[in-house]
């Protein structure tokens, strides 16, 4: 019987009514013989053609699906499907490719870096001034620049799979994950880069970090975040230090995150780190 392909990693993309964004990953993805990925679409709670979308890609990617929405249950499902290492986590609305996987992939193979996560590019064309502008002060702080949350992509060896998998399930997933490793356990690998889409509307934004405000707020409480990965008042007072002609710009910052803080407050008062409050503006321009 003839060997089975011999895959540089293996990927999990959880996807939750991502048609429109799923098939420009897919086919990122699955473009490069030279880096050939096993590529696993977990479809959770989908009520649009997301699955099919992912299934147009076989065989290069498998498709499981459950009726259940939510992130943690659809990357149990798609840890269930998938026996290649090192193991790829990739949002279904970024972009990357199968060398920047590839990379990443390299990245976690030896000894001592269990995490990694690509270089961050947030494109501007397109989204509003307030948005723009905090997204520049935000790409300025010092946990954003080395930690592996906010970039929709971490590849983990697979110790640093065990270790996750050990980890309590949070809303903040990403942010969790990046602190679980110390700074000499992971990685920021030059050699991949992921775009992630800003959300293109003030509204959108402001939605968006309501949802990462309550997440921080569980990791928080469980004790999952350490003081370098908050944002105080030394860090933006060396940032206008450092940046004077950003004034403008940390005043937009402190004032969204401001808003987020409160709004968030109603749902941890609720106990509620389910809901899951995305912007669709991101979205608009994509294509399946």
């Not at 990927?11 to 096993?38: F, K, N, Q, Y």
């Not at 409480?221 to 060396?238: D, E, I, S």
């Not at 509620?272 to 912007?279: G, S």
């Amino acid at each position: 019987m003839a060997d089975g392909p011999t895959y540089l990693a293996g990927v999990v993309v959880p996807a939750h009514d991502e048609e429109r964004t799923i098939g420009r990953l897919l086919d990122a993805l699955t473009g490069d013989h030279d880096a050939p990925l096993d590529i696993v679409v977990a479809a959770n709670g989908c009520t649009d053609a997301t699955a099919a979308v992912a299934r147009a890609h076989t065989p290069e990617v498998t498709v499981v699906e459950t009726p259940v929405p939510g992130k943690p249950a659809a990357l149990v499902l798609g840890d269930a499907a998938s026996t290649v290492y090192p193991r790829v986590y990739v949002d279904a609305d970024v972009e990357i490719s199968a060398r920047g996987v590839a990379a990443l992939a390299k990245a976690v193979a030896g000894d001592g870096v269990l995490a990694a996560g690509p270089v961050r590019r947030v494109p501007r064309e397109g989204i509003a001034t307030l948005v723009r502008w905090y997204y520049d002060v935000w790409e300025l702080l010092p946990q954003v620049r080395t930690g592996l949350f906010g970039r929709g992509v971490i590849a983990l060896s697979e110790a640093g799979h065990a270790r996750v998998r050990a980890l309590p399930t949070m809303m903040s997933d990403d942010l969790v994950v990046s602190e679980a490793f110390s700074d000499r356990e992971r990685t920021i690998v030059a050699e991949a880069v992921v775009v992630v889409h800003p959300p293109r509307t003030t509204r959108d934004l402001v939605r968006r970090r309501v949802r990462v405000a309550t997440g921080n707020a569980q990791a928080d409480a469980a004790g999952l975040r350490a003081p370098t990965a908050t944002t105080g008042v030394r860090t933006l007072l060396g940032i206008a230090v450092e940046h004077p002609r950003a004034a403008p710009k940390l005043l937009v910052f402190v004032a969204v995150t401001l808003v987020a803080r409160t709004q968030a407050r109603r749902a941890v008062r609720r106990g509620d780190f389910n809901t899951w409050l995305r912007d669709e503006s991101s979205r608009s321009d994509a294509r399946g």
